[in-house]
């Protein structure tokens, strides 16, 4: 009877939640996955059926899960599965957290991933790929899921490296193009050297711990008493992590290039959910960075640059998605100074928001791209609104959500932020208010160049035409979310205490509106014309127009670093390889080994009373040694 | 102690001696007592009365080997069979059994070579 | 009527070899693969059954039968080991001339042998169910008696493996003539109860069984059949060679020297260390320069047999379960191997290695087995073969602590696994990396590919999910008053 109740919990009444239902919040999609590889891939319809309805699934379970949460209070914990155990130290269990945290993104990840596969069906119809396409997001799906409910650092590593692989897949899911596998490599290798770090992190942490389970090393931490020092490069280390997933500075150069994937994958995974993960997981071990003011000041700082850096970008970028893209390293950076001023709860309410309208903005743009014919250049585009109303409307609240105009949930969320901020640190304070107002420069801009002015180019403008229901009904969703989430007040709550500040400091709150007004006005005196151009902002700006047009020269950077010191030291290394360890070392150990096994083969020489006479020869000396002397 | 475990063996090293003896004596009373005459048919080779022809290096037919076979197979058996009929008496039903499935598994072999044909002289 | 039940699996493959032999001498089947299909699902079968099977606690026949989870757990991987071979040798039954049924069944009554093997307590019973396994052989190896090779590998099987028995006899008597006795129980007794060194006499014929319990696992110095016997004998007695004969020798090895010649362990552990280093080295070594699969699975058998010399050789419980371990583990992969080696033969009429070129390309199944069996072979993780090797030196180096000499030992080991990397590596190439002559897919039948995906999936599934048979393995070792 036990194992019964192990596997589907006390009873079946009301209230009550199946534990194997939990677990299949996170398999379902793995499943499907698997069925589309193996069995339907030939077809396309049954392979989106199955994605598409897996992650239903997965949504209607953890809705559930999530509701039973916040209106009864009933929370489950299944039981760890003991996985590996070597020796007495080592134990790494596949655990399952299902705490308010994860309840809550689980239900982003689910949600917004139900949506965003659903629009699929309408973008990337005719597209050989469908069913690799919808068997790689399921993949993802579940790698996702996997990070959000793992209880330890072994198994949030597992997946975390799971969700590389899929989003370098989907990076690169038009291979064909050079473009998108290049892209699709440079992701991968641009988050590898954060999670070298973290990996040195979570190894440096168990070091001291011996444990890799959240909840043990929660409670074990005060007690270890570690130095100050090892607790900031603790931090910090395993913080590196999440600057290689969240597009941090300096490794924020692999996302917009990741932008030559499928929109509704950059809509998924590079705004709303995989890059979020950075977030989401230095929420999760908040306990670990909270008490280390030097991560905290490092991991505020970065975040604050990020933001401020990436939304100078976005003012000078002309790809539709790229833009998106920048503003997504702004609010990323957001939310990871939020978590470097202490407010876990703030960055994940940001987190929740914009997953929401960020990935409205990414499916609208996708929209806008199906109905130009693959034109993503915004100077070509102009006065789609009359053609594409549903997506213009609701492109139009993601970006007022983006902005942060009030009563959308943008404004709530980065309000508590903005208040966090001034309270902890004025200097951050003032940056996150320069990012907002630029914010809503550059959306603005996007806005009035993509949708209003006369058309730039008539062919595609004639041609261009309303999306069909199953790209607009997660548009319209989406928008809804996008407009009702910040008014759910208690989200913030939810997660714990919230912070003490003046949270209802009016005079404040209504400056801070100010600023978004501010940035679409000065967009709009620019921008709002037939014949929109940058050309003012250029002679404004001079020289820094440049240098944020060609994105600080960052890739420049790296690219000469790879180019002459990585190169020089690959020289040296070569010629010590190639010639010493090659020639002399491996060379003349494998050339000596060789002629040993020669040597060796030299006794089989196949005759039998040779072999006869080495056996007995063998026994001889055996007994010679053991018995005479 | 020791001593005592190896004079049980004393008894095969006499066993051993009279072995030896037996041929050994006869021939030894025969070369004493007999007078020494040889002749040309008295040194030729005695097989059975039969005049021995050709050299014994020969190959024989592999029939031959198989017969021999089947019949040292059952002349062992005969040798079990002695000892376990002496002892039969005091046995439980486990001794009776397993001699039944033995020589079941002899019969098997006879009825396998038999149905393979290895007992027709081709 | 317990000693029945303690028995009943010998007796049922024995019966069931001569009802094959005796249906087959009647009213012969003219389709003689289902014959050997039909004996491989049996022994499935029966393997199935004996997982029903308790052990008990006491000996039986006079002390000279043991049904303990050791005797289990090795009976258990003989029919493992006897229904995939009985599936190659339906595989392979095109390519012998006649007398199939009877090579059913004689691999049938060889694999009786080794079941009595798993059992053996009394040196008698040793002697003989060795002798039946051995005499099995001599005429399983040299079956196809139309083919020279054939015929020399059962020729040098049968003289050399005569002369490894008298050896081993002469030192059976040695060891009854010092002790009294050739229950292994009560030659522990004896030796217990005694003081000071062992006679010389003992010591004597102590080594003189090693000498032939060494020639079946095929260590150095008795090593030098294996070659040219697994190269020349037919595939399916080849594997049997490699999985049976090994694990029934080792079986031996374990039994003798952990119960009976246990008391004296500090006069035979550093003679097997000594041997373990140098068959290790042989096996890796002599295996660089080959170009013919079998004759390079024989040089690596002889390099495993090394391997788990090194867990005999640390004497504790940690070596004697992961050796029991890694003969587990070892049956799956070397299964696999000429599971799929038998396949492409039958397709290629080759075994040297450049045929298995592309392999990858004609039948990804095979690439697949073969591969990964070459893997698990070389102990890459997460294949059961690294966690194999992994328990073995993980004994080793406790031993160690106590002895810094097995440092040496495991220094050595260390480096056999790097040589071994190159050959088994070698294939792999052969199999992925190059060009086939020949690209015309291989045709996998069925129940091959049957046993090749059980074969898989129980190399990856015991890599990672090590848990079971680690536990069946411990549960098996503790017969032995090891710590």
Redesign the interface.
Known sequence: MNHLIYLYGTDWGMGQFPICSVWMILFTPLVAAALITLLTGRQKGLSAALSIGAILISFALSLRLFLLFALKGIQHHPHPIQWLVVGNTVRINFGMTTDALALLMLLVVTGVGSAIHIYSLGYMKGDPGFSRFFACMSLFTFSMLGIVISSNFIQIFIFWELVGVSSYLLIGYWFERPSAADAGNKAFLTTRIGDVGMMLGILLLWSHAHTFEFTELKAKLPTLGLPVGTLALIGALIFAGAVGKSAQVPLHVWLPDAMEGPTPVSALIHAATMVAAGVYMLCRISWLILPSQTALWLIAWIGAITALMAATIAIAQNDIKRILAYSTLSQLGYMVMAVGLGGPTQAMFHLTTHAFFKALLFLGAGSVIIALHHEQDIWKMGGLWKKTPITFWTFLIGTLALAGVPPLSGFYSKDEILLLAIERNPMLFVMAVATAFLTAYYMGREVFVVFFGKPRDYHAYDHAQESPWVMTLPLIFLAALSIVAGWYSKVPDFLGPPHEAQRHSSLLTGGLILVPLFGFLVAAKIYWKAEPSDAPVKVALGNLWTLVENKYYFDELYHWIIQYVQGTIAIVCDVFDRWILQRLGIGGLSVGTGLLGRTVRLLQTGSISGYAFLIGLGVTVIIYYAVVR | MKDL?LNQYLFVVVFLLVAVAFPLLPLAIAWLLAPHRPAATKNDTYECGLTSKGDAWVQFRVGYYIYALVYVIFAVETVFLYPWAVAFGGMPF?GFLAMMVFVL?LV?GL??AW??GALDWK | MMSLYAIQLECLISIWGILILLVDAFKPIPNKRTVGYLAAGFVAVALLYSFAMQPVPDTFFHGMFRLDPFALYFKRLFLLALAAVLLMAAEFSPRIESGVAEFYALLMFCAVGMLLIASVNDFILLFVSLELVTITFYVLASYLRRQIPSLEAGTKYLILGALSSGFTVYGIAYIFGTTGTTNFDKLAEILNSQTGPPASAFIFGMLLVLTGLGFKIASVPFQVWAPDVYQGAPTPVTAFLAVGSKAAGFALLLRVLYTGLLPVSLSWNALIAVLAGATLLYGNLGAIPQHNIKRLLGYSSIGHAGYMLMGVAAVNALGAGAVLFYLGQYAFTNLCAFLAIIAVTAATGSDEIPSFSGLGKRSPILGLALFLSMMSLAGIPPLSGFFGKFQLFAAVVQRAQTDSKYYVLAAIGAVAVVISLYFYLGVGRAIYLQEAEDATPIVVSKPMRFGLVVCMVAMIGIGIFQRPLVHASIMAAKVFSLH
Do not use: D
């Open positions: 475990y486990g598994l098997e009825v396998y149905a393979k």
